[in-house]
């Protein structure tokens, strides 16, 4: 099961004795299974919400409350793949919307890693992970725009790229101006994919009149699945400020960690809701953000996979 290392640490003082022999790798096969969740709260005017501790938070599994292992509330590495719409429609508001990627990773934390998938009639892998800026500014100013919308193609390469991320948090943004055209995969296979994987999907969408509500729907069903927010523009500058939001999410989202009540490893989808009591003196309508549930692993221990979405509380 992949754990921070100081999720076991957490684990270990108190009292889970887990054996000696862990090997010194992120995913660890242990005697219990682990589910880790990434929860963004914020007011009803988006602004994030900090100071919660462990106490406001109640975690449910199908119902049955779970004993909160791990809570954190810190600024921690991210694994982040840049999904970006290179169709020749994106090329009025190109050079605007790359140099608003770049600010979004300019404000990143300096352990962070970056990779960069371009998408028109295909998907491509434009620059892997790294952690230098000038590549990937060079990546962006690459790429001329032509060609259709292969957009859910363009989501899972961005997948199989995160299978490689050193980081224990992973993040997708996702740039787009249109509805997908062009990909030989579907929309369903994606929102399946994202909710078996631990990644989280921020979109920011400025859709075109072509699109339409059809384009809008399933981007809010990408982003829901993986336990992110879809966010819809009506300009580049406003896309700008969109993505400093999303920035901001990443870096004060709250971490939290249980062992399910229930071990029946059956494969069935276990749905998570977590709810918030604030404190006197915070706002009382909270909006919480995170994965809503995860498929139960099947057979010996292993790796739990995730699910997601959000709810309002």
Do not use: C
């Not at 579907?186 to 078996?196: G, I």
């Not at 809008?216 to 699945?225: G, K």
């Not at 500058?237 to 969109?242: C, F, G, T, V």
């Amino acid at each position: 099961m992949r754990v921070f290392l100081s999720s076991l640490l957490s684990l270990l003082l108190a009292g889970g004795a887990l054996g000696q022999d862990v090997p010194p790798v992120a995913t660890l096969n242990i005697d219990v299974d682990f589910v880790e969740l990434h929860v963004t709260v914020n007011d009803r005017n988006g602004h994030p919400i900090g100071g919660l501790v462990q106490t406001n938070f109640k975690v449910t599994e199908n119902q049955v409350e779970q004993s909160i292992a791990v809570f954190k509330h810190e600024d921690i590495p991210v694994s982040l793949g840049l999904v970006v719409d290179n169709s020749r429609s994106i090329e009025p508001r190109k050079t605007r919307l790359d140099a608003a990627a770049l600010s979004f990773v300019e404000k990143s934390n300096p352990d962070d890693e970056v990779f960069i998938v371009h998408f028109d009639f295909d998907a491509r892998l434009s620059q892997d992970f790294t952690a230098d800026h000038a590549k990937l500014e060079q990546a962006l100013a690459a790429e001329k725009p032509f060609g259709q919308t292969a957009l859910y193609d363009s989501v899972l390469l961005g997948l199989d790229t995160m299978q490689n991320a050193k980081n224990q948090k992973h993040a997708l943004l996702l740039i787009t101006d249109g509805i997908d055209n062009a990909s030989k995969s579907t929309l369903d296979q994606v929102v399946e994919r994202l909710k078996r994987e631990k990644v989280l999907v921020f979109v920011v969408g400025l859709l075109s009149q072509s699109g339409g509500v059809a384009s809008e729907d399933s981007l809010i069903r990408m982003a829901e699945a993986s336990g992110g927010r879809a966010y819809f523009p009506q300009s580049p500058e406003e896309a700008r400020k969109m993505m400093e939001i999303i920035a901001k999410d990443l870096r004060e989202q709250y971490t939290i960690g249980y062992r399910p009540t229930n071990a029946t490893r059956d494969g069935s989808w276990r749905s998570v809701r977590v709810d918030i009591t604030p404190p006197k003196g915070f706002p009382k309508d909270l909006d919480a953000n995170y994965r809503r549930g995860y498929y139960a692993p099947e057979g010996k221990r292993g790796p739990l996979t995730h699910g997601g979405g959000s709810e309002s509380h």
